[in-house]
Each structure stands twice: as C-alpha cells, then as structure tokens.
C-alpha cells in the first residue's frame, strides 16, 4: 500500500516528478497515484510519458481514459508516434497533436523516431530535428534517454527548443551503443 503522505513529502521536496504509462499499468492503487497528481499539481513540474506497451494493458480503456482525463494535472506530455498509434489508432501527427491540444495539455513532444520531434509550447509548433546518419546499434530506451535530456535541461531554464535538441542528442548517443546505459554519459 503507498503511504500517500510521505510519498507527497518526498516528491514536493524536489522541482519535478516524471513519471509513464508503465507505472500506471503496473500499479495496484492507480487511483492513489492520480489523487496524488492531482495534490502535487502547481507543486511540482509533472512531466508524463505514454510508453505504451501493450502486454500490461489488459484495458486499453483506462489507459486512454487517463490520457484523456490527466491534463489538469500533466505539465508536459511525451508522446512517441508508434504510442499514439498504439493506443488512439493511426492518425497523422497533426491529428494527434491536435487531440492533445483539445485536451488542454500546454506542452507536448511528439516523438517521431527519426523525424523531427514536434512540440506544442502552447502556442506555437516547433520541429525540432534529430541526429541524421547514426549509426543505430540499439533503440533500447531511446526515448527515456531524450525525456531525460529534456528534464534535466529544463529543470536548468533552458527554452524548450534547446531542452528537445539536448534530449535528441543524448538519445543519439543512446542509439549508438548496445543496451540501455551508456557509460560516457555518466556523470561523476
């Protein structure tokens, strides 16, 4: 059972809390942890990803209920097009991005694998492009690798444009290496 209060403590004692559809699915108390959203919002930046993977979902209702309901509480949204397709079925990335903005999440990356990564600011679409010509050893975690650069380049104030190309560029890295954890980008 999550102790709900000392959970809320540890989470507001820091700037922001990420979290993806893999915890949600996983999760026992889902219903807590949304309480628990919605009792961090304005506390803490929430930053949420789809990371949609289909055998933990034997609902795929709840999911897309989620998706449609969390935006009061979700500051920004990471969605990959191979997730959106996976859970609202094939539309264009317009289509998709659209949909979002009519739920009211502020700020969304669209991830598109090797194509430009679209961002809704809340107000304007940016296209940000990814690293041409890598040499892909591995997509393991590749897009936990740009959630990453994007949070911790935004967590030091950087314009979400920069935040996207940082987050590009460590999932370029990424790309390039077998397994998830790439021993250059460790930090000290």
Not at 48 to 67: A, H, P
Not at 93 to 110: P, V
Request: glycine letters at 8%; one cysteine or more.
């Amino acid at each position: 059972m999550i102790d709900e209060k000392n959970l809320e403590s540890y989470i507001t004692s820091s700037k922001y809390f990420h979290f993806s559809a893999i915890a949600l699915a996983i999760l026992n108390e889902r219903e807590t942890l949304i309480s628990l959203l919605q009792k961090l919002h304005g506390k803490v930046t929430i930053s949420f990803d789809t990371n949609f993977r289909k055998g933990l979902w034997e609902d795929i209702g709840v999911l897309r209920s989620f998706i449609e309901s969390a935006s009061s509480f979700v500051d920004i949204l990471f969605v990959s097009k191979s997730d959106d397709e996976n859970i609202f079925g094939v539309r264009s990335a317009d289509e998709a991005i659209r949909y979002y903005q009519s739920l009211g999440y502020k700020l969304i990356i669209y991830k598109q694998g090797g194509e430009d990564v679209i961002v809704w600011d809340g107000e304007y679409l940016l296209y940000v492009p990814t690293f041409k010509n890598i040499n892909v050893v591995d997509a393991t975690a590749d897009g936990d690798a740009l959630n990453a650069g994007f949070i911790s380049s935004y967590l030091r104030g950087e314009n979400v444009q920069r935040c996207v190309t940082i987050g590009n560029g460590i999932a370029a890295s990424v790309l390039g290496h077998k397994g998830a954890l790439v021993e250059e980008l460790r930090l000290s």
